[in-house]
Every structure is written in C-alpha cells, then in structure tokens.
C-alpha cells in the first residue's frame, strides 16, 4: 500500500535554528497537509497546499512558519527559529482530492521535533 | 471554535471483551467523520462516514455515525492485544474550498491477555 514518507524521524535541534521537515506524499495525491502533535495534546491542523499554493492555514502557521515543493515530489515544513514549544511529533499528510475520499487522508509516521 | 470530544480517555479490558469508544462532536460546515488508529507513530486509516445510520465494518470493527446527535461510536469485539492503540476521532471540516481534520484527544485502548 503507497505510503507518506517523512525525515527524519526524529530532529533535535537548539532553540533559534532553523529546521526543515521533509516529507514524500503518495504520488497521485494532490492535497498535501503538516499536521502537529504536542506530547498529550491532540492533532492540531497547521496548514494545507495545493498546486504550489497555501490552500489555508492555522493561527498556529505564523509566519515563523513555511512550506513549499521544491521539486514535484517533496513537501517539506520549514520552521525558523526554533522555539521550545515548538517542540512536537509533525505528520504530514496527503489526499487525491482536497476532501478525504474513500480512505481519508494518508499520514506520514511523523517527524519529533525536540527544541533544546 | 470547531471542538470533538472523545471519551473514554482511556479503558483497559481483558481480550476477549468488546468496547465501545464516543465521539461527540460540534463544528460547522461538517462533511465527514473518520476513525484512525495510531500505535507508534502515523494514524492509519479506519472508517470514513459521511451518512447517518449506515454501519461500517471490518473485521471485529464497525462504526456508526449519528448525525443528528452529532456522534459516532467505534466497537471492537473480541478484543486483541493487538487492538491496543490510541483511537482517534476527527470531523472533516470545510474551511471555504478546503477540508481539514479537527481531531479529538483520542481513547487509549490497552488490552491485556
């Protein structure tokens, strides 16, 4: 079964750096999506994207944050300066069409991110 | 604010039992609502529900959604160890000419021999 692919699987990374999480959809999915998880908190949505565009963001996606597709196959979140509640397990996600047909949208097995 | 309540937090059973996990939800603009199991990391795919009164299954797992009452349930008969999971409940929600998944904290399963 196709599946997200994301690196790393775990980053540390000292408070004020610069990261970038990357993440591999599923080929013929069009919709890709970062979601994040605090440790003991719920999945909360960050932002969606859509041909080479932000679809829709969360108040939590400032503009600290950023995402892109380089290259047709990456989508990758990248986070400036750091901060420790930063600190989080972040899924990326994917779909074929911008609502979650048939199976719903595909996650990734997530990035934790710990901010030192 | 859109807000999806899933209870129990937690539950511990014996294998062999059956469970019952809820989620209540309140949003608007509601499309569907979607099970995921989460053991180490990625929430993998359950169920998908968009219509009221229709069960869905698949193994020893069904669903229903009641649209009305604004929840679903997620039954596990005959419970394995292997069920032991974090449960997650997330109502797919238009936000204009997107969808995005607002989730609830989730039920952690645990099932001893």
């Known amino acids: 079964e196709p599946e997200v692919t994301q690196t790393p699987s775990h980053q540390v990374t000292q408070m004020g750096q610069e990261v970038i999480l990357r993440c591999v959809p599923i080929?013929?999915?069009?919709?890709f999506y970062w979601y994040r998880q605090i440790l003991g908190q719920k999945v909360e949505f960050l932002v969606s994207?859509?041909?080479?565009?932000?679809s829709e963001k969360s108040e939590i996606f400032d503009d600290q944050f950023s995402v892109e597709r380089p290259d047709g196959s990456n989508f990758t979140l990248k986070i400036r300066s750091t901060k420790l509640e930063d600190s989080a397990m972040y899924f990326c996600?994917?779909?074929?069409?911008?609502w979650g047909q048939g199976r719903g949208y595909t996650f990734g097995s997530g990035t934790r991110l710990t901010v030192v | 604010e859109d807000k999806v309540v899933q209870s129990p937090l937690s539950l511990v059973v014996h294998e062999g039992d059956t469970v019952t996990l809820n989620c209540s939800y309140e949003v608007t603009n509601f499309r569907s609502l979607l099970w995921y199991k989460q053991e180490k990391k990625a929430p993998t795919f359950l169920f998908m529900l968009t219509s009221s009164g229709i069960e869905k299954k698949s193994g020893r797992l069904s669903s229903i959604l009641d649209k009305k009452e604004l929840f679903s349930i997620l039954n596990i008969t005959a419970t394995q160890t292997g069920d032991s999971a974090i449960y997650l409940c997330?109502?797919?929600?238009?936000?204009?000419?997107?969808?995005?998944?607002?989730f609830g904290k989730g039920t952690l399963l645990t099932v001893n021999p």
């Open positions: 996600a994917s779909s074929r069409t911008f």
């Open positions: 997330a109502v797919e929600v238009s936000g204009g000419s997107n969808y995005k998944l607002t």
């Open positions: 080929s013929n999915h069009l919709y």
């Open positions: 994207f859509y041909n080479n565009e932000i």
